[in-house]
């Protein structure tokens, strides 16, 4: 494939505005909220700068709240002839706020397939922790906003998602799960529209590229996003504030879990016994789901799993049957339902 002919990004007159004092600081009280701290030129935020117009608001707010404590970082995964440009465009947004940065590309061993986009997806967090570490930033924001949860939000609805699914993106978590102290992944923009980090990129003069996946029908988001602005009653607003409704209650059915768990689960390794006796649906279902996870785990078992048929693996156990899911087998009896590696992998 050819490459495209170079495009324009340059900054206009040389210099980008400073946004809006009341908007910095409310950035400013948004950021500290998730991180507890301010950032400082030792203890940097870094920002994930992709060159679209939420994360280059981002960029500008950032740079205005706390001069000389950010960092930036672009991820070229090498799928678009066009990216190499927009990590360009980015350099020289920085290079005019005094912003370090770095573009961060796919290792040339590492190959895609499958669900391609999933992939890129664990790779971009993947680099950006690892650039993290490097620079010793210690926390990680990128641009997701309000629509962005309010899009999410009916995509796994059509798919007919529980609350987990439904639930609005967490504010804050930690990049790495087998890493002390790792970086922390923050989203500052989830009360910030679209539209409105649009204007705050264009009021500061700062250029900015659009995604033409964004308004591909072929694409599950582009769809919502078509349907959000043509329908009054789905305000993006409201979309949002129902999902992190949903969160509050995912957080509440977790802590419950998590009381639960000790006097439910007997055994240990890959035979374990769950408890359900009067317990509702949705507790019987993640209680199946840890005993699934952890039977798999001492069974060497490490390849993802999805749990779309999770549902109807605790139906099933609820009837009285015995049913297996992800090479994991369970038997009811009575109130109880024995885990266990299914017959086709132990007997190897």
Known sequence: MSRPASRNYAVSNGTIARPDAARVARFRADLESLTGGAPEPDAPLGLAVSGGSDSMAMLALAAAAWPGAVRAATVDHGLRVEAADEAAMVRAVCDTLK??????????????????????????????????????VRWVAVAHQRDDVAETFLMRARRGSGVGGMAAILPARAMLDDVADAPLLVRPLLDWSRAELAGVARCAGVPFVEDPSNEDPRYDRSRMRGVIAQCDELPA???????????????????????????????????????????????????????????????????????????????ALDRGDAATLAEVMAHPRGNAWRFRLAPSRRSH
Not at 264 to 293: F, K, M, N, S, W
């Open 237 to 315: 607003g409201r979309l949002a504030l129902a999902a992190r409704n949903l969160r509050h209650a995912e957080d509440a059915i977790a802590w419950a879990l998590a009381r639960e768990l000790p006097e439910r689960i007997a055994g240990e390794g890959a035979d374990l016994t769950v408890d359900v006796a009067d317990l509702p649906y949705e507790l019987r279902r993640r209680l199946a789901r840890h005993a699934i996870d952890s039977v798999r785990a001492a069974g060497g078992l490490t390849r993802p799993w999805g749990d779309q048929g999770l549902d109807r693996f605790a139906a």
């Open 99 to 136: 912003v370090p940065h770095v573009t961060l590309e796919r290792p040339a061993d590492h190959g895609f397939c499958g669900n391609v986009q999933q992939q890129a997806r664990a790779l971009r967090y993947r680099l950006l922790a690892d650039w993290a570490i490097r620079e010793s």
